[in-house]
C-alpha cells in the first residue's frame, strides 16, 4: 500500500511518495541498497563540512538491533520489530576542529536522515523516524560518552502488510496524510 497524496504544487517524485509506514516485512534489506542509503547521508550539507551525524545499524537478530529496540516506547515496539533494519540517529556534539559545542549538530543530523530517508525511497524502501526512544538507555547501551549521543531512531525497510498491525494502528495507516498549507508556515 502507497499512501497517495494531493499535493499543492508539483514536487519531485522521491518527496511525493516518502511517507512513513509502521507495517514492514522482515525481508532483509541488501547491503548496496543500505550502502547507497547511507551515501545520500554522507553527501549531505553540515556546517563547516564537520559531518556531525553518526549512525549505529541494527540488523534484526544482531545486539545492536536488541539494543536499539530495548531503548524505544513500548507503543513504538509493538510494530518497530517487523522491520529488518533500525538505525540509532546520533550526533558529534562537538566540532572536532576546535573542540567548542556544535549549535548546528541536531539540525545537520536532521538533513542527512532526511537525505537517506529519501534515497530510502528511490532505493524502494520505507524509513519511519521516531522519537519515542529512552536517550539515555541507547547512549548507556552503546557507552557513547559525552561526545556522542543518541537523537532519534530510525525502523527502516520494506513496505509489509497493514493487517499485520494491531487494528487501531491499521486504522492510523489508513487516514490521509495532512499537512500545514504554506500559508500557514510561511511568515
Known amino acids: ?48 563540512n564537520a559531518q556531525p551525524w553518526r549512525f549505529l545499524v541494527g540488523y534484526q537478530g544482531d545486539d545492536n538491533y536488541r539494543k536499539i529496540f530495548d531503548s524505544l516506547a513500548e507503543f513504538n515496539q509493538l510494530w518497530a520489530g517487523k522491520a529488518p533494519v533500525l538505525i540509532l540517529n546520533c550526533y558529534q556534539i562537538y566540532f572536532s576542529h576546535n573542540k567548542k559545542p556544535n549549535q548546528t549538530a541536531q539540525y545537520d543530523l536532521g538533513q542527512a536522515v532526511a537525505h537517506y530517508s529519501l534515497e530510502a525511497v528511490n532505493q524502494g524502501l520505507y524509513t519511519h523516524q521516531m522519537s519515542g526512544f529512552d536517550v539515555d538507555k541507547a547512549n548507556e547501551s552503546f557507552g557513547l560518552g559525552k561526545e556522542i549521543t543518541a537523537f532519534s531512531v530510525t525502523a527502516l525497510g520494506y513496505l509489509g502488510d497493514i493487517k499485520s498491525l494491531p487494528e487501531d494502528m491499521q486504522k492510523m495507516e489508513n487516514t490521509e496524510r495532512i499537512r500545514m498549507t504554506q500559508a500557514e508556515f510561511l511568515l
Open 1 to 48: 500500500m502507497a499512501k497517495k497524496t494531493k499535493f499543492d504544487f508539483p514536487i519531485n517524485k522521491l518527496s511525493e511518495n516518502r511517507w512513513s509506514p509502521r507495517a514492514f516485512t522482515n525481508k532483509a534489506v541488501e547491503k548496496e541498497k543500505l550502502n547507497s542509503v547511507f551515501e545520500a547521508a554522507r553527501w549531505s550539507a553540515s556546517a563547516f
